[in-house]
């Protein structure tokens, strides 16, 4: 698939017309083109062919790409030029006198865009060049990069030193060689973040174009079109269905139910659906992300969209569960607007004992005696002809008092909804969904039906490596030859770096992030002794600023100031992570050792579910980053009995024996 509104060789582009040109990315618009976008296609046109006979002269036949999508961020490259085995990412600032950070952050973007997730790009020599019109006089082209993967650093250059730039980058890789005709069959195979996807699938793109094509993993179209085959059959049928969708976390099941949800957001529709998560900061953040993505759409239509407006529209799709619960408590007989409900995270939803203790403290309703899945299934079953509902499942992924796990939605089923069939993942008899029992028994009614579709077995967070999820585990569950193996496998794309040290920690992290990749601090909610680094778990942070602003807000998780716990950061993801790793959760001779810290001491935990979330909120916290991670372990300070070094030392020794690299 050719992604540019005009692709053609240096030859036949310098044949055409600038109308035809014109015309080709005119009809390519996805908005009414403005007078300034007509004229920046023109500028850019008169440039390029007073630039292009030279290179050829020089360099032989090139090719020249126009407006060349980037799905996975929503926007596209002004101008790729592939020439002399590079390809030159060019983005233009007609009239700019200035190179803003921005600016330098956005072509940056555009380049590692290619080198990450275009297949034919991988290995190629890329060179992201900023170009500011009216710029003053720049000093010559400085070639380098800052790191070994062949994306140079952003150059800059105004209108005349163009061709000086890329001059000077094809003096530095004399010996490049890409074969075009190749080059433009590449796979485009991204894996983009919730936030990234969310806005992709809302403004109109598939999923198809914002997942991975390659046959090494169940592709989220593969698990969407299956989920939209069952909601058709019970739709035709007149049927009632719960359907379970499982992964390894960051395979992409939130974006399996986005995609669900945006395909289907008209009111008016019999297959109306809606996104539905307890997930209060990702819920947030998505209807921010979302609401400011129209708003700039609008703009670039010549619309004027209102903040408030796009964000109402937002949240009529994409709701709160519990919203959506007390609407249902609300009115008791009338089934809701939707026929089908898209739940996230749902192994988080409430039990009996939670439940009930809400509906009494908060709501006034005493003697509450439907769990959390139950009652949201009563919801549903109140359409007297067809509904589906589909549980966006995380294995070990429960991290709060009161979540039901996947067993409470079963059970609710095996026990009060017999008319409903059950969709199901093979992987839901696996014990960490601590479902075998359940499934077991309503086998035999044979109201089970297993797709292997349903499950997602390849993250797509960590896309430089898939068995990120699987080290965390292993390390975890205490397996230290297991993990060593595997972080041998992919430490040289997925660095791990372990230290004592906040400062030399985030100056790694800093480091490591280029253009707008996002990083930020991530710790534990239990993590009470970390003040003395200036890190209080207790001081709240607002997580929309804390994912969504920009590098010059204090606000942002660019600064490591502002610390997110596992409930702001699951279901959320960053390029790099900071960990800071508390006395909380600690090793010791046995194994993990679980505590709390009351009052002024730490106090051991010993309920095995109290255990079990602890464990699974450093799990949350280590499959956060997409590309790489540093561990901070503390020293201590033996002055401090709370901040005991033998509270400390056992893990980070034990962390290092797993293979991580010190820093």
């Not at 006979?53 to 101008?79: N, T």
């Not at 890789?173 to 936030?195: C, S």
């Not at 395979?251 to 949800?261: E, M, Q, R, W, Y």
């Not at 997925?494 to 990083?519: C, H, N």
Request: hydrophobic letters at 40%; one cysteine or more; glycine letters at 6%.
């Amino acid at each position: 698939m050719l992604r540019a509104a005009y692709a053609d060789t240096f030859r036949s582009f310098l044949g055409q017309s600038d109308d035809a040109i014109l015309g080709a990315l005119v009809r390519s618009s996805d908005f009414a083109v403005e007078d300034t976008q007509r004229s920046a296609w023109l500028f850019e046109i008169a440039h390029l062919r007073e630039l292009i006979p030279g290179l050829a002269a020089r360099h032989g036949e090139g090719s020249v790409y126009f407006e060349y999508a980037i799905p996975r961020m929503g926007r596209r490259i002004d101008v790729l030029v592939l020439v002399g085995g590079v390809l030159f990412v060019l983005e233009y600032k007609v009239g700019e006198a200035r190179f803003h950070a921005h600016a330098m952050d956005q072509v940056m973007d555009y380049a590692l865009d290619l080198k990450h997730f275009h297949e034919t790009s991988h290995h190629a020599v890329i060179a992201p060049i900023l170009i500011a019109t009216q710029a003053k006089v720049v000093a010559p082209a400085h070639v380098s990069a800052s790191k070994d993967d062949r994306v140079l650093n952003p150059i800059t250059a105004n209108a005349d030193g163009l061709a000086g730039a890329i001059e000077a980058v094809l003096a530095a890789f004399p010996d490049e060689m890409i074969f075009t005709a190749a080059w433009e069959t590449g796979r485009y195979q991204p894996t983009p973040t919730i936030v990234e996807a969310a806005t992709a699938l809302y403004a109109g793109h598939n999923v198809q174009e914002l997942s991975r094509s390659d046959a090494g993993a169940i592709n989220l179209a593969q698990t969407s079109r299956r989920l939209e085959q069952i909601i058709a059959e019970c739709r035709a049928q007149k049927r009632k269905a719960i359907c379970f969708v499982t992964g390894v976390p960051g395979a992409g099941k939130t974006l399996v139910g986005l995609n669900i949800a945006t395909r289907h957001i008209d009111p008016d529709s019999a297959l109306y659906s809606v996104f539905l998560s307890g997930n209060g900061p990702l819920v947030k953040i998505l209807h921010e992300a979302l609401a400011r993505d129209r708003v700039a759409q609008g703009k670039l239509n010549g619309e004027r969209t209102k903040k408030g407006k796009a964000k109402s529209e937002v949240k009529a799709f994409i709701q709160n569960v519990h919203h959506f619960r007390d609407e249902g408590l609300k009115d008791s007989e009338h089934p809701p607007a939707e026929h089908v409900a898209l739940f996230d995270e749902a192994q988080r939803a409430w039990d009996l004992t939670q439940t009930a203790n809400f509906m009494r403290q908060k709501k006034g309703i005493a003697g509450f005696n439907q769990s959390e899945p139950a009652f949201l299934i009563s919801c549903m079953d109140r359409h007297p002809d067809w509904a589906v509902i589909v549980c966006l499942v995380g294995g070990g992924q429960e991290i709060n008092t009161g979540e039901a796990g996947i067993g409470g939605w079963i059970e609710a089923i095996r026990d009060q909804y017999t008319g409903w069939d059950v969709f199901a993942s093979p992987h839901l008899h696996e014990r960490e969904y601590q479902a075998v029992e359940l499934l077991q028994q309503m086998a035999v009614s044979r109201r089970v039906h297993c797709h292997r579709e349903l499950h997602l077995s390849v993250s797509m967070r960590s896309f430089r490596a898939e068995s990120v999820s699987a080290w965390v585990k292993a390390a975890l569950d205490g397996d230290i030859d297991s993990a060593k193996e595997l972080y041998d496998g992919f430490k040289t794309r997925y660095p791990i770096v372990l230290t004592r040290s906040f400062t030399d920690a985030k100056e790694w992290v800093r480091a490591q992030a280029r253009g707008s990749e996002r990083y930020g601090l991530v710790v534990s909610s239990q993590a009470q002794r970390l003040k003395p680094y200036a890190i209080d778990v207790r001081s709240p942070i607002d997580p929309v600023h804390w994912f969504l602003n920009e590098k010059g807000d204090v606000r942002s998780s660019y600064y490591l100031e502002d610390v997110a716990t596992e409930f702001h950061v699951q279901g959320l993801e960053l390029d790099w992570s900071c960990v800071a790793w508390d006395a909380d959760f600690r090793r010791g001779s046995d194994g993990w050792q679980h505590f709390s810290f009351r009052g002024d001491r730490w106090q051991k935990i010993h309920q095995a579910h109290k255990q079990r979330f602890q464990l699974n909120a450093y799990r949350v916290l280590l499959t956060r980053a997409r590309q790489g991670m540093a561990i901070v372990v503390p020293e201590g300070d033996r002055r401090d009995p709370t901040r005991s070094p033998k509270f400390y030392d056992e893990t980070y020794s034990y962390l290092r024996d797993v293979g991580l690299s010190v820093l």
